[in-house]
Every structure is written in structure tokens, then in C-alpha cells.
């Protein structure tokens, strides 16, 4: 199983003139190649990729805190995002959708929003690299 990392290209509206669209996106392939988009690692983790840290520097952010975590500096560290917010601790890190609240008991804190420290980090780092490629359309 891998992270998959390309340039998406949204095309446009038959009609409206717009120019299409590009840009970064990743899935999680499983080992004989398939891509299960309701597999939590496509729907919390590569979501999140894709909406959240689309950004080099915000990849370095969340890096940074994620080895201030490591070393002792930070016990832990709150991503709000456009679409998920991240709590990040040693033990675990937990994916929320951002219009979901604390008080939505039922939808928040998920089982399958949950995932390892070293997967999310080595995720996020190899996206992290991604994004640092030159863009090829």
C-alpha cells in the first residue's frame, strides 16, 4: 500500500470559457493497485492532504510541531483546517471534520478518523516532497 501523488485537472464547464484546473492531489492504493475511496486513509488523511496542507509551508509547519511533539517540546498540537481539524499527539492522531464540533458526541472523535503517529508523518511528509516537485500538466 502507497500514497499516490499527481496533478488533478478539473475541466471546465462545457460552455463557460473557463480555463481548467490544476492541481495537487493524492489516494491511498492498496496493494494490488486499487484505489477504495472509502478506505479512512483516502477519506480523513489524503482529504486532509489535499484541502488543508496544500501548502509547502503549511506542511512545514505541522512538520515542526509534529517533532516539537517528538521531542518533548510540545505534548501536543490543534490543525484547524478548512475541512478536518487535526488534533496531534504522540500516541495518535485524530481526524475531525471541521463542521463537526465537540458536541456532535456521535460524529466526533471516530474510530476511523484515528491513525498512527508515523503513518500521518511519513504521509505528510511524502506529500510534503510532492509538492515541492516541479509541476508537470
Same mark, same amino acid.
Given at each position: 500500500?502507497?500514497?499516490?501523488?499527481?496533478?488533478?485537472?478539473?475541466?471546465?464547464?462545457?460552455?463557460?470559457?473557463?480555463?481548467?484546473? =490544476?492541481?495537487?492531489?493524492?489516494?491511498?492504493?492498496?496493494?494490488?493497485?486499487?484505489?477504495?475511496?472509502? =478506505?479512512?486513509?483516502?477519506? *480523513?488523511?489524503?482529504?486532509?492532504?489535499?484541502?488543508?496542507?496544500?501548502?509547502?509551508?503549511?506542511?512545514?509547519?505541522?512538520?515542526?510541531?509534529?517533532?516539537?511533539?517528538?521531542?518533548?517540546?510540545?505534548?501536543?498540537?490543534?490543525?484547524?483546517?478548512?475541512? *478536518?481539524?487535526?488534533?496531534?499527539?504522540?500516541?495518535?492522531?485524530?481526524?475531525?471534520?471541521? =463542521?463537526?464540533?465537540?458536541?456532535?458526541?456521535?460524529?466526533?472523535?471516530?474510530?476511523?478518523?484515528?491513525?498512527?503517529?508515523?503513518?500521518?508523518?511519513?504521509?505528510? =511528509?511524502?506529500?510534503?516532497?510532492?509538492?515541492?516537485?516541479?509541476?508537470?500538466?
Amino acid at each position: 500500500m502507497s500514497l499516490r501523488c499527481f496533478i488533478q485537472t478539473q475541466a471546465p464547464v462545457p460552455g463557460s470559457g473557463a480555463q481548467a484546473v =490544476h492541481y495537487p492531489a493524492c489516494e491511498w492504493v492498496g496493494d494490488d493497485g486499487a484505489v477504495d475511496q472509502q =478506505h479512512p486513509l483516502n477519506r *480523513f488523511v489524503c482529504s486532509w492532504l489535499v484541502s488543508d496542507m496544500a501548502d509547502v509551508a503549511h506542511c512545514d509547519e505541522v512538520l515542526h510541531a509534529m517533532t516539537q511533539i517528538n521531542d518533548g517540546v510540545r505534548k501536543e498540537w490543534f490543525v484547524d483546517g478548512d475541512a *478536518f481539524n487535526v488534533d496531534l499527539l504522540l500516541n495518535g492522531v485524530q481526524f475531525n471534520p471541521s =463542521h463537526v464540533g465537540p458536541e456532535d458526541t456521535a460524529y466526533w472523535n471516530q474510530l476511523e478518523g484515528r491513525f498512527t503517529w508515523l503513518e500521518v508523518k511519513g504521509l505528510l =511528509h511524502d506529500w510534503r516532497d510532492f509538492l515541492t516537485q516541479p509541476v508537470k500538466h
